[in-house]
């Protein structure tokens, strides 16, 4: 298992038990929202100043692990 995803959380309780990074209130789907709508790291990290550099790599890793699951799985 990447070290990475160590920092990706799952609970319950707090943002309906989407996968956050940290236990923060932020999701692995807001960050790569964000990537997707064109925000660079930077812009990111400057409106979340919660988060790092590597929570950022951490959702796209998070992100790059389900896929290759559901390639596993269909397969």
Not at 27 to 48: C, K, N, P, R, W
Request: with cysteine.
């Amino acid at each position: 298992m990447d070290p990475l995803l160590s920092r990706i959380t799952l609970e319950p309780g707090k943002r309906g038990g989407k996968p956050c990074v940290r236990g923060l209130r932020i999701t692995v789907y807001d960050v790569l929202s964000y990537l997707a709508a064109g925000m660079s790291e930077d812009q990111i990290l400057a409106d979340f100043p919660s988060l790092a550099k590597d929570d950022i790599r951490a959702c796209l890793t998070y992100a790059a692990d389900r896929e290759r699951i559901q390639l596993h799985l269909s397969a």
